[in-house]
């Protein structure tokens, strides 16, 4: 790994106009120790003091999309390996604190090819929510915050007029916008939150991504966009372009012969509970989630792309080809 791609670390933020020139534009992760630790968030939000009480109480109503994934406790981005499943977010709480009480047990959740919807009748008869004999995980993915639920900085205002953003205003008063962020526009805001222990597989996100540890822990494996030939990318013109298509996990190099040197590319980092990590667009990262994790990102165009006017597409691609 060059010196020159080497993660950072900071025990404070920096201002926003620092962020921007010394670490943003390097392109290059940070991470931040302890950044987040003054949200309400962390002590409101943890499970061993009662947090999920309190989420459940301030937006239980709310509809989530649950992953239900054969590939647990791997969640892979081929659609066609998982299927998201609605839900109110105070079921999806009581699968938590199902999980809580139970940990240790090989139950999983019971779902069909439509889409199980999963209610109180699953528990009303003495069985668990996790009664099924294929192993299944459920991950509340991406619950998007979105611009709509920002009121105090200007950012578009999307589902401005739906009832769900009052709702999750709610858990915006336990956050705070990182004072690094304070003059970007964002893309989006998104919680979330697992059950059991979760992997995702290696990917990149065409946005840069402020990752914001509120209870558990989060173990990132990072690889620069030069070490793509090494994690064989979905293709371009597939449903999950951005995903690497090697089972990390349990490689198979007589299929993907160059994964054997991607290690010698990648980067560690284990963030706590408070801890924040800055992932520019087209890093590819790799996310394992500790039981019960819940985090927030923040997602936002960099300069680059936004800057990037449709009409030079291709004077660009032909300058990228002739590289």
Request: glycine letters at 4%; hydrophobic letters at 40%; aromatic letters at 10%.
């Amino acid at each position: 790994m060059e010196d020159s791609l080497r993660l950072q670390s900071f025990d404070q933020l920096p201002s926003a106009a620092q962020f921007a020139s010394q670490i943003e534009s390097r392109n290059v992760p940070a991470v931040f120790v302890g950044c987040v630790k003054a949200w309400k968030a962390v002590s409101k939000w943890n499970p061993s003091n009662g947090g999920l009480g309190y989420l459940e109480e301030r937006v239980g109503s709310f509809m989530v999309e649950a992953m239900l994934s054969q590939t647990a406790p791997v969640f892979y981005g081929d659609l066609r390996s998982h299927e998201r499943v609605p839900l109110p977010f105070s079921t999806f709480i009581g699968f938590c604190k199902w999980h809580r009480q139970n940990v240790g047990n090989s139950c999983s959740i019971n779902s069909n090819s439509q889409g199980h919807q999963l209610g109180e009748s699953d528990t009303e008869q003495g069985c668990s929510p996790f009664v099924d004999a294929a192993p299944k995980q459920i991950y509340l993915a991406q619950v998007a915050t979105q611009s709509s639920v920002i009121a105090d900085i200007s950012i578009p205002i999307i589902n401005a007029e739906n009832e769900e953003r009052v709702q999750l205003e709610t858990l915006q008063e336990d956050i705070q916008l990182p004072a690094i962020l304070e003059e970007k526009n964002l893309s989006s805001i998104n919680l979330w939150m697992n059950i059991a222990q979760a992997r995702s597989s290696a990917h990149y996100d065409p946005h840069h991504n402020l990752l914001c540890i509120v209870t558990g822990r989060k173990q990132v494996v990072l690889w620069p966009p030069s070490a793509s030939p090494m994690l064989y990318p979905m293709p371009i013109y597939g449903e999950a372009s951005n995903h690497s298509s090697v089972a990390l996990e349990n490689p198979d190099f007589s299929i993907h012969p160059r994964a054997q040197c991607s290690m010698e590319y990648s980067q560690k980092v284990i963030l706590q509970a408070g801890d924040a990590l800055f992932i520019p667009e087209g890093w590819f990262h790799q996310v394992d989630s500790d039981e019960l994790t819940i985090a927030v990102n923040y997602w936002w165009r960099s300069s680059i792309m936004s800057s990037l006017a449709d009409h030079m597409d291709a004077y660009y691609l032909r300058r990228i080809l002739r590289r």
